[in-house]
């Protein structure tokens, strides 16, 4: 993904297929307990490399911020793709969770969460105004808005197939 802006609006595809919106984060609640808030926070980096130099993982795209609440909202293949995952014992998720259950959650230092969504066509919907790709565009492609996509209501009634529902 590139910085590059695209003038105009643009919207993910509709025919872009089911999507797995996966929100996960970090929160600092003792900024003083550096030591902690760095090992649960070290641990995100080699997951995305790992993700990124593994396709078949099953991750389309992500964007991430930092700051005392950390965000990655990230989109998948499928709930199936995530799960296996994060199950998987030969990549970098399970050993820092566990590590993390077994020396900081509970203590109150850390917050850690994440929220899981399953997207279908003719049920999302978005818009990108002069911005590069991004979102669940960057996820499923990059389309200009044109007609039957025009407004926020002809984008969230793309059907599977991508014809436009009546309005």
């Not at 396709?55 to 930092?66: K, N, T």
Request: proline share 7%; aromatic share 10%.
């Amino acid at each position: 993904m590139t910085n590059q802006v695209h003038a105009g609006r643009f919207t993910a595809d509709p025919e872009g297929g089911p999507v797995t919106v996966f929100l996960i984060g970090m929160r600092v609640n003792r900024w003083w307990k550096f030591g902690t808030v760095a090992r649960v926070g070290a641990a995100m980096p080699r997951m995305l490399a790992h993700l990124a130099a593994t396709p078949e993982a099953g991750l389309l795209s992500y964007q991430q911020w930092i700051g005392r609440t950390t965000i990655i909202v990230s989109y998948w293949k499928s709930p199936e793709h995530l799960q296996r995952f994060a199950a998987d014992r030969s990549a970098p998720h399970l050993e820092p969770w566990r590590r993390f259950m077994r020396e900081s959650a509970g203590t109150g230092d850390v917050g850690v969460w994440h929220e899981t969504y399953e997207t279908m066509p003719g049920g999302r919907e978005s818009v990108y105004s002069d911005m590069p790709v991004f979102g669940l565009a960057a996820a499923t492609g990059h389309v200009p808005v044109g007609a039957g996509l025009n407004t926020a209501r002809q984008r969230l009634n793309a059907d599977e197939v991508g014809r436009r529902l009546p309005e």
